[in-house]
């Protein structure tokens, strides 16, 4: 395990992203930010996409307090999805389609490579209004909080995750956070004792 799944927090974290093979929610989130279909055999880009389409509807996101769950992503003579795509495909994981769905979600995420006038496929643009970013917080606004520069193609900042911080833009939650984290210590500290 990493130095970060060993950690114990008292309460869940804000999080920039989603995990694809973990997150919950009601079935309400799904209603309102439905999952693409025009993403299939999506693999690299779902993660970022989603997260960026909930957090512009209005959804904030967070990490558990601890690793609730993992899995070994290198398991040596097992199956992976990328492999399975060679039974369809002839470069799995960088096929045709796989190139074709990432423009649609570069187009979205704003990457100057993939704007409207240089796509050439428009039909890739089909039914954004649906299933493209929302109109409760910005683009721009989530970019500057996931700390993510698609010009330059970096991640500058990390920081509140890594060192269990208030992320950018919510220090105005920084007492009702810590007021709960202080609670939650008291609460684990009580039935450490058994009372």
């Known amino acids: ?34 999952f693409d279909p025009y993403l299939p055999w999506i693999f690299m880009g779902e993660e970022i996409i989603m997260s960026a389409r909930l957090w512009t509807n209005g959804y904030d996101l967070f990490s558990p307090a ?3 769950v993992g899995h070994i992503y290198v398991r040596e003579n097992k199956p992976k999805f990328w492999e399975t ?3 369809y495909f002839k470069k799995a994981g960088h ?3 796989g190139d074709l769905i990432l423009l649609r979600i570069k187009h979205q995420l704003g990457y100057p490579e993939a704007s409207r ?15 493209g970013m929302g109109y409760n917080r910005s683009l721009d606004d989530y970019m500057k909080y996931a700390g993510i520069d698609v ?11 890594e ?5 950018p833009g ?15 210590r008291k609460n684990a500290t009580l039935v450490e004792k058994g009372k």
């Not at 010009?151 to 995750?161: A, G, N």
């Not at 007492?175 to 202080?182: F, M």
């Open 163 to 167: 060192e269990h911080l208030m992320p």
């Open 85 to 87: 795509m060679h039974r």
């Open 66 to 68: 601890q690793a609730v």
């Open 1 to 34: 395990l990493k130095k970060w799944d060993k950690i114990k927090i008292p309460i869940p974290r804000f999080a920039p992203f989603a995990a694809a093979g973990f997150f919950v929610g009601t079935a309400l989130l799904l209603k309102e930010v439905p």
């Open 170 to 184: 919510k220090d105005n939650l920084a007492k009702l956070y810590n007021d709960a984290e202080s609670e939650a």
């Open 95 to 97: 096929d045709e389609l």
């Open 117 to 131: 006038d240089l796509l050439k496929q428009p039909s890739l643009l089909d039914n954004l209004s649906i299933y």
């Open 151 to 161: 010009y330059r193609k970096e991640i500058y900042q990390t920081h509140y995750c």
